[in-house]
């Protein structure tokens, strides 16, 4: 005859080791992976806002793309992703000036941080771009 605490308990464990699993998962998911093209508001530029694009390739802690100011040519960044924390810089242009980018990444999987260059610190957002649907 089965003792009747060991259903409850091996249930109670499976169910703890469910919870264990999604919180894996879930802490996977909240870290992010930024890989794709992402859509910026920038705000407190010298000409008004902004929409801007991103577009981002993450390997590991390491991301590399290219950033969009619909001003100038596309610029290459390059930079970290770690413990939900963005970094990343252009090349230095001929005054040795770069364009800085800090952002955190946010639980609705949104973008949200500060631009440092020479024209001064302005807060940006950015969200996942739509997908662009083929014309045919």
């Known amino acids: 005859m089965k003792s009747p605490m060991k259903?409850?308990?091996?249930?109670?464990?499976?169910?703890?080791?469910?919870l264990a699993v999604l919180a894996v998962c879930a802490t996977a998911q909240a870290a992010g992976n930024l890989t794709g093209a992402w859509t910026m508001n920038v705000t407190g530029g010298p000409h008004g806002d902004a929409t801007m694009g991103l577009t981002l390739q993450q390997?590991?802690?390491?991301?590399?793309?290219?950033?969009?100011?619909?001003?100038?040519?596309?610029m290459a960044v390059s930079g970290e992703f770690v413990d939900g924390a963005l970094k990343l810089a252009t090349a230095a242009d001929n005054d040795g000036d770069?364009?800085?980018?800090?952002?955190?990444l946010k639980?609705?999987?949104?973008?949200?941080?500060?631009?440092?260059?020479g024209m001064g610190d302005m807060k940006w957002t950015a969200s996942p771009a739509?997908?662009?649907?083929?014309?045919?």
């Open 59 to 74: 390997e590991g802690t390491k991301v590399t793309g290219s950033f969009a100011s619909g001003h100038a040519p596309e």
């Open 130 to 136: 739509p997908e662009k649907k083929d014309k045919k």
């Open 107 to 117: 639980e609705d999987g949104t973008l949200a941080g500060y631009i440092s260059s």
């Open 98 to 104: 770069k364009i800085i980018f800090t952002a955190k």
């Open 7 to 18: 259903t409850p308990m091996k249930t109670m464990t499976r169910a703890i080791a469910t």
